[in-house]
């Protein structure tokens, strides 16, 4: 347990730590990078070069700073985060090195306000958290190893098929080179691909598995990213792999990790699952429908995809033949940018955007589970409509592609 003299510390510099939260955490990863080039292979550069990681981990430390004497709140994303660090290999022997520089950035950019009493604090408050993680990730190695079919670390996997799904997505079927066995997965969870590219060797990237459990692959489906500015990561892995990776193509996939997941057989209990899905959001949801259909073909499923137009729709085909399994799954498609046609040929229920209306009158939102996930747009309006229908939120359940951000902001419509 934390001292009461820590706990007091650590409560009144969380003001001024959080008023320099991001200078401080920018400072930490160049620090790392600087003294422990090694670390640099765990972390995706499209997410440091956007600002996106600095931002996670300035929310994360004012989070847990500010419930300094109340950390229970924070296992929900102690769950969040050890799962991540388990998707990339994250070690016990990890922690000293990343306290050092968290303890050194504090003091760069703090200077003498950070008085030894309270780096002591800070020091003592860190390692009480990192304990925390050290046990939760030992837990998860552990059940991944002893998962039938199950590992650690990184596994051969061979390209079996590539399948277009629209002009942007691409589908990768997986089997292991080995071929023996593939452990259980919750729908919902991501595997780690280690692409060796030739500008950026350790290149780690999280994709959601887009297939139920229980077949004889592992699929991912993959939006082609668009390049940010000539020399930025963003998109660069996506790129590689719809352009080079062909089947017979062998990749390192690590074991299944995450917490946005769905168990079939809870979901099939009575309560109706509501799963909205923006853009390429659509991947873990489209995996919990497979997986409640296939549970039990009665469940009542209401599936939402918002999509610009049919050119970028994916799985129209593959969700409409899921649906026609069962006779209580409603399916609707909303596109914000329909082409000439997309409206005559009925590819979408409607124009626009998700609105509390809508979702008022086309899901049984009083008492539904809510999955939703998609760009951060798609994202803040979705939480904004069901804050707005009074949706308690242990009902509800969302996931980010990359690091987490804030939903509180409502805007007006969908991007």
Known sequence: MLSDKTIQIVKAITPLVAANAETITRR????????????KAFFNQAHQHSGGQQKALAGAICAYFSHIDNPAVLMPAVEL???????????????????EHLLGAIKDVMGDAATDEIIDAVAEAYQFLADIFIGRE???????????GGWNGYRSFVVDRKVP??????????RPEDQGPLPPFRPGQYITVHIEHPTTPTSPRNYSLSERPGVEHFRISVKREQALSPDAPHGLISNHLHDEIQPGHVVKVGPPCGEFTIHPETATSGRPVVLLAGGIGVTPLLSMAKSIVHANPEASIYFLQAARNSRVHAFADEIGNLASLSPNMHTRVLYDAPLEGDLQSKKCDGVGFITTEL???????????????????FMQAVHACLQELGVDETRVRYEFFGPKEELQQPIAKVG
């Open 28 to 39: 930490f990863y160049t620090r790392m990078f600087e003294g422990n080039p090694e670390v």
């Open 81 to 99: 985060i050890a799962q991540k660090h388990c998707s990339l290999g994250i070690k016990a022997e990890h922690y000293p090195i990343v306290g």
């Open 138 to 148: 030992g837990a998860i190695y552990e059940e991944q190893q002893s998962a039938p």
């Open 165 to 174: 799904e629209s002009d942007e997505v691409m589908s990768f079927y997986l």
């Open 359 to 377: 979702l008022r009158e086309w899901t049984p939102y009083e008492d539904a589970d809510f999955y939703f996930c998609g760009p951060k747009p």
